[in-house]
């Protein structure tokens, strides 16, 4: 497995997220309340919201456009709405997150 | 090891505490249940359909053997307890099963009441209860002709439209001069004789059962004024008693059904109940809702998470019996304190009645017309004063000057492929489907399946009359109270109470200490809370970016591909070449895509990309624009006509006022946006009697009116009051406005926050105490000290890196 450094934890907000830009499309890196890092392609599997621009709470995100919301550990979508979304491993080493693209 | 719970009773009130216990905390017990009967669990309010031929019993099982099996529950079906042996914590089944438990629940339901006559022991008098009497009923109608229905109740009629479809002959015998006299008043009970004699039924009312007799097998009843008919079945449903033997034998205290407190446990703390067989408060239970709300709180108990409560308030009962539709709530009965509101159109078969005491809803009855069920219950809950909406609240809340959603008002007889949701494309069929398919019980539940009512809300009535009409029987769709999320049991005013009550100064604060079930929130309690936090503690509390959604994270409104549109203010809708000409070096320099003219008389550049956003901004910054605030639950615009500057009509400076009311209200948050507007004269070219607040300008000086929206459900604004000078009219804004920002919940805009508090209340806190007036303008004046920052001016200085990916890799 190839680890890509993404930067910074301190650089991505609590609760929040940032965007990282690879030639396949973004990804969404998100940093939940316990620090955690998870990262999803951002595309909702609904009608291709940017994730990154959602509301993080426990290891979910809302999407900003219509509030479908996807669990960041296995990328699919909760309750009775149906879809799925790419997952990436992480890793946070020395308070610097990578990926694995 | 894991510990054991043995439920003792498979039906809906036990089985459904599972389901909640296993959402909560599935690993947590080691699961046995034991029903009586030899099936799976099967929702009985179904059994009336069953018996009338319309489903079968496989389409009415909610949980199959299937289930039990996949959730690792271990199913005794057909083995009755018979002892519950506490010391050793056992229970002993008919066949000698025994099994032990750590906790056990009782869900043991009721029974039908047997009336104590003679010959009520014969056979062919059977209840109306599982799925044996169905079979025997159904059975009896293929070769037996007459039968008879005691009971004039729910029950009863179901159970007497159901032979007669099957074919036979059915009189039904009722003591009283009412039909279903717990929920309908004598008119409407006589509408539905009518109503229902006319399909065929016969009814003996005011008859009281003195024996019954027959050779070998029920021929005769017998009436106490000494008439009496030829029956060869007879159907008892008076009424049902809690199952309550068992656990009284095992010492377990009993009064008419098994006592718990509001946590459902009973007198021994390792045994809980729930469903028909409780008495809770002196109140024991028989329609389905309440045994939902019980099963929802013994579940969190039982996975002791220790926090809810069961609180049993003023229930409504929505119900569908035999093709007839019916609503009733509260005290519809009335005394010689109340006063009546009654409509009634015989020949629709349409009868509405209204309760009021003390300017307030106390007792609700339709028939026929249940389309404003829910509004009504709603007016009761909130103990709303309606004096100002009684002239016309009798014709529902479509007639209150809103012309609303121009749906059909009955979905009964609509096509499948009827479009019931407008916004997400969801047809009736796919409604019905989903109810059946997937057991559907609530609106929420609906929602979730379907996405039906789930965007703008406007078909909301829609979904839930078709929610009743497949449930049948049975359902009860408005919660006594709506807890704000699935975060807490808490209402929104209980939150907010709660806010000042205890001090909380912060979100995580405020979780910790009224439990909230999520570490975090949900993306729906947590812009509220922090709404909360900045209307209760205004230049104190630190807004929190991560509880905002992306729009007021970001000071710009996402659109479908993810871009923004950027909406510079302009001033009461005044510009000039200069500002132009920038908008328009700006929009070239960054491609904006479209440019277009807002309703509000803005103008949006559409299709930024966000990392443009800071740069973009920085330039109209530059140029002496500040955000417009069209991203947010803030004062979007003051719309206003020419006035008196130019207009031949105009009588006052509307475009003026409108500037001076948009530089005090800029920048202040609101539970949900807030658009005003200011017309010079009557003829109101700047539609303000459709605004949050609007000033209609006249020769005297300037009109007040309050409560308005166009969208989903266009609302005329309330006029408030008359005031002569422009600074009237701006301290009589900051003071409602601020009334609004303390009162209304988070996602409330004006026009329902008035129909919740009434016009009346808004009146007197904002025009007849003149002191309270000054005290809200001056809270307004002191909370806007610190938000009239323009955010994109500081957001493009100081918080660019938000605005840009982390990092790129090629």
């Keep these: ?101 | 090891m894991k510990e054991k719970l043995v439920l003792i009773g498979n039906g809906m009130a036990g089985v459904r505490t599972l389901e909640e216990l296993l959402k909560l905390a599935p690993e947590k017990y080691d699961i046995t249940v034991f029903g009586e009967e030899p099936y799976g669990n099967y929702n009985r309010i179904m059994l009336s359909p069953v018996l009338a031929g319309e489903k079968t019993i496989d389409e009415i099982m909610i949980n199959d053997m299937q289930w039990y099996e996949d959730n690792n529950i271990t199913l005794h079906a057909g083995k009755k307890i018979t002892k519950i042996d506490r010391v050793n914590r056992q229970v002993l089944a008919d066949d000698g099963t025994v099994e032990e438990y750590d906790r056990l629940l009782l869900a043991t339901g009721s029974r039908p009441f047997m009336l104590p006559v003679p010959g009520a022991d014969l056979p062919g008098v059977i209840s109306f209860r599982d799925i044996k009497d169905v079979d025997e009923m159904l059975s009896t109608s293929k070769t037996h002709k007459k039968a008879v229905v005691i009971g004039g109740g729910l029950l009863g009629l179901e159970a007497a439209n159901g032979l007669m479809l099957q074919g036979m002959d059915v009189t039904v015998v009722h003591i009283s001069g009412v039909l279903m006299n717990q929920q309908l008043d004598e008119t409407a009970s006589d509408l539905m004789l009518e109503e229902l004699k006319g399909k065929g039924l016969n009814f003996l009312m005011n008859h009281a059962t003195e024996s019954i007799s027959g050779d070998g097998r029920v021929e005769k009843l017998h009436f106490k004024d000494g008439s009496d008919i030829d029956a060869d079945l007879v159907v008892m449903a008076v009424g049902i008693r809690p199952n309550v033997e068992l656990a009284d034998s095992a010492g377990i205290h009993c009064d008419r059904g098994i006592v718990v407190d509001d946590t459902m446990q009973t007198f021994d703390p390792t045994i809980y109940s729930v469903g028909e067989c409780v008495q809770h408060r002196n109140q024991t239970f028989g329609l389905v809702a309440p045994l939902f709300e019980q099963a929802k709180v013994c579940a969190n108990h039982l996975a002791k998470m220790g926090i809810a409560r069961y609180i049993s308030s003023v229930t409504s009962t929505k119900l569908k019996v035999t093709g007839i539709d019916l609503f009733s709530a509260g005290d519809f009965n009335g005394d010689e304190e109340t006063e009546d509101l009654v409509f009634k159109d015989a020949a629709r078969h349409v009868y509405k009645k209204l309760v009021i005491k003390n300017d307030r809803l106390i007792g609700v009855v339709l028939y026929g017309d249940t389309v404003d069920g829910t509004w009504y219950f709603q007016l009761m809950r909130d103990a709303t004063d309606v004096s100002d909406i009684r002239e016309n609240m009798l014709f529902g809340q479509h007639h209150l000057g809103d012309s609303g959603h121009g749906a059909a008002n009955s979905t009964d007889n609509l096509p499948d492929d009827a479009e019931i949701c407008g916004c997400n494309g969801v047809c009736k069929g796919d409604i019905t489907k989903a109810i059946a398919e997937h057991s559907l019980f609530t609106l929420d539940e609906v929602k979730a399946h379907t996405k039906a009512s789930a965007s703008c809300g406007s078909c909301t009535g829609l979904v839930e009359q078709i929610l009743a009409s497949s449930l049948g029987t049975d359902f009860n769709d408005t919660p006594s109270k709506k807890a704000m999320c699935g975060c807490t049991d808490l209402s929104h005013d209980e939150v907010k109470n709660a806010i000042k009550a205890q001090d909380l100064k912060n979100i995580p604060q405020l979780m910790e200490a009224l439990e909230w079930k999520n570490a975090d929130g949900c993306h729906s309690c947590r812009p509220a809370l922090n709404y909360y936090m900045l209307s209760s503690w205004p230049n104190e509390y630190v807004d929190d970016p991560q509880s905002r959604f992306i729009n007021e994270r970001v000071h710009a409104n996402i659109q479908k591909d993810g871009t923004y549109s950027v909406v510079p203010r302009i001033w009461g809708g005044v510009t000039n070449p200069g500002e132009l000409r920038a908008i328009a070096d700006i929009s070239e320099k960054y491609d904006v895509p479209t440019v277009k003219i807002t309703g509000g008389q803005r103008i949006d550049l559409l299709g930024v990309k966000k990392d443009d956003l800071p740069k973009m901004w920085a330039d109209l910054s530059d140029a002496g624009f500040v955000s417009g605030h069209a991203y947010g639950k803030s004062l979007r615009t003051v719309k206003t006509c020419v006035g008196s500057e130019w207009c031949r009509f105009g009588t006052q400076d509307s475009t003026g006022l409108g500037i001076k009311l948009e530089k005090m209200t800029w920048g202040s948050w609101t539970p949900h946006k807030f658009k005003i507007a200011v017309s010079g004269c009557p003829r109101n070219c700047a539609e303000a009697t459709i605004k949050d607040i609007g000033v209609v300008c006249v020769d005297s000086g300037y009109e007040l009116h309050v409560g308005g929206n166009g969208g989903i459900k266009v609302r005329a604004t309330d006029f408030l009051c008359k005031v002569a000078t422009e600074e009237e009219a701006m301290e009589y804004t900051a003071a409602y406005m601020q009334l609004y920002r303390e009162e209304g919940h988070y996602l409330e805009r004006t026009a329902p926050w008035i129909e919740r508090v009434g016009l009346n209340h808004v009146q007197a806190l904002v025009v007849d105490d003149a002191e309270n007036r000054k005290r809200l303008a001056e809270r307004f004046y002191k909370s806007q000290e610190n938000s009239q920052n323009d955010p994109w001016a500081e957001h493009a200085a100081k918080y660019k890196e938000n605005y840009i990916p982390i990092k790129q890799v090629s």
């Excluded at chain 1, 890196?29 to 426990?58: M, N, W």
């Design chain 1, 1 to 101: 497995m190839s680890w890509t450094e993404v930067g910074p934890l301190a650089d991505i907000p609590n609760k929040g997220s940032r965007v990282l830009e690879t030639p396949d499309g973004d990804v969404a890196v998100f940093r939940t309340a316990g620090d955690e890092v998870f990262a999803l392609f951002d595309r909702c599997p609904h009608k291709h919201g940017p994730l990154s621009q959602g509301i993080v709470y426990d290891k979910r995100v809302a999407c900003p456009l219509h509030n479908w919301v996807i669990d960041m550990e296995s990328g699919e979508a909760t309750g009775p709405d149906e879809g799925c979304t790419r997952t990436f491993d992480t890793k946070v080493e020395d308070g610097v997150v990578f990926i694995s693209l």
